[in-house]
């Protein structure tokens, strides 16, 4: 019984001070969280640290952000690496963390991750508009912009490839955070919102 109470006061332990540890983490780098579908049950998805370069004039600089499994890899096919980025390396700056959405997003920067060459259309919430269609190539980058009267992109944007319903992105900022989230096939890597601005400086690469 005694061994059994120490184990238990362990584990208690432990667990508090991993807890801990990683609020700190988060705290110290400023880390943009992402996710791969708002709609999905992310306590049962484990997430990494992703170094990630931004092209701010021409200048490269490095972000940390943290981001489920399944969004990974369309982050080291365009040049990103797994784990956090140096602290002592001068072009890390953890200091683009103003990203928040806010009042509707105005544009999106988006990247195609699927496997081959697709015709991509985007359509309007009632997925009658169609504000976007063109073929792209994986790893392809496009912008939409605002087409609504007050410049934005309106509750939420559908996306189809070749035809077929693919995702659905939410453009009402109900998510604060959005750069780097993956709705199916795509990847946000950019954009900016009606009263927050850009979600953060610089163009992904």
């Known amino acids: ?3 059994v109470t120490l184990c238990l006061i ?8 991993q807890v801990d540890e990683i609020d700190q983490i988060q705290e110290n780098l400023n880390a943009v969280y992402s996710r791969a579908n708002k709609n999905e049950n992310n306590s049962k998805k484990e997430f990494f ?5 931004l092209n701010i004039g021409n200048d490269w600089k490095f972000i940390n952000l943290y981001l489920p499994e399944n969004a990974i890899q369309a982050h080291l096919n365009h040049g990103d690496a797994l784990g956090e980025c140096p602290e002592n390396d001068p072009d890390v700056d953890n200091g683009y963390n103003d990203c ?3 009042g509707n997003v105005t544009r999106f920067d988006i990247r195609y ?12 919430s009632g997925g009658r508009k169609v504000i976007f ?4 190539t994986p790893g392809e980058m496009f912008t939409l912009n605002g087409f609504e009267k007050d410049g934005t992109l309106g509750a939420e944007i559908h996306l189809s490839v070749d035809g077929q319903q693919n995702t659905t992105i939410d453009a009402s900022c109900t998510e ?5 989230f993956t709705y199916g096939d795509f990847t946000i890597e950019g954009g900016s919102s009606l009263n927050g601005g850009e979600f953060c400086s610089g163009l992904v690469m």
């Open 133 to 136: 269609k063109q073929t792209l």
């Open 113 to 124: 991750n699927g496997a081959r060459d697709a015709v991509i259309s985007v359509t309007d």
């Open 49 to 53: 640290y992703i170094c990630h370069k």
């Open 1 to 3: 019984m005694k061994k």
């Open 100 to 102: 928040n959405c806010n």
């Open 176 to 180: 604060p955070n959005m750069l780097g």
């Open 10 to 17: 362990g584990l208690i332990f432990m667990f508090s001070c």
